[in-house]
């Protein structure tokens, strides 16, 4: 069938095209780069025409507060139109895990947003929530980075390869609609400073990691399980974090 991937282009998009493509379906990505546009509407209908199901994994150009909230809100009405005209019956959107449970952060209350309007709205849908991913690593260290060191907190951490999280996505698209959620997380449950180090070490970084409660991850101050999922409810990921170390060092 023709899917339709939102963000296609990007890390996860990519990935998600070439495996729905190994599948034998007709994956296409839409993106500004391909003349489709969601905040503004433009090319949707063109793409969508013939889709059977939508995949957004796409992401706000910008991480300010209340431009992130106005990308996810803003493109997913205009997807879930678009998808209504053109018959599509199953949306698939990526999330994250513990999305609900940040409020204090801008960029996860943009996608409680999103997510309450896919539950509101006319098309079947599955919400994939995944972890965050061993290729965020470097970013969560740079951001917190104060003077050449690298503050975090001493919780729990359970990350995975974006392989896999696209592997999740386009398993689901392919599925009946789950007209609920899914989690999936990584294989093994780390510390947040001791992986971050770990990561650090065999990228020879010379920045310290110092455990501070107080840390904030993205604006927020985490609590023990705040990032991993209640034990037993996602499905794990295969790809084990020193293995994707090793390659990506």
């Known amino acids: ?61 910008s991480f300010e507060e209340s431009a992130v909230l106005e990308f996810f809100t803003t493109s997913t009405r205009n997807l879930l139109s678009a998808e209504g005209r053109a018959g599509v019956t199953h949306h698939v959107a990526l999330s994250i895990v513990g999305v609900d449970d940040l409020p204090d952060n801008g960029y996860f209350r943009a996608k409680v947003a999103q997510e309450q309007l896919l539950k509101q709205g006319p098309i079947p849908y599955s919400i994939v929530r995944a972890t965050q991913f061993f290729e965020f690593v470097k970013g969560i260290a740079d951001t917190a980075t104060e003077g050449g060191t690298v503050h975090l907190p001493h919780v729990l951490f359970q990350p995975m390869a974006a392989d896999d999280v696209a592997e999740a996505v386009a398993r689901t698209a392919v599925e009946a609609p789950l007209k ?70």
């Open 180 to 249: 609920g959620i899914t989690e999936v997380a990584g294989p093994e449950v780390f510390r947040f400073d001791e992986l971050i180090a770990e990561a650090l070490r065999a990228w020879k970084d010379p920045r310290k990691v110092v455990a501070d409660p107080h840390a904030r991850y993205f604006g927020s101050e985490l609590r023990e399980r705040s990032l991993v999922p209640v034990e037993g409810r996602a499905r794990l990921a295969e790809t084990r974090f020193e293995d994707w170390l090793r390659r990506s060092s």
């Open 1 to 61: 069938m023709k899917i339709v991937v939102i963000g296609g282009t990007g890390l996860i998009g990519s990935k998600v095209i070439a495996k729905l493509n190994d599948r034998g379906h007709e994956a296409v990505p839409a993106a500004p780069s391909t003349g489709v546009n969601t905040l503004t509407g433009e090319g949707l209908a063109e793409a969508l025409t013939g889709a059977r199901a939508v995949v957004d994994v796409s992401n706000s150009p």
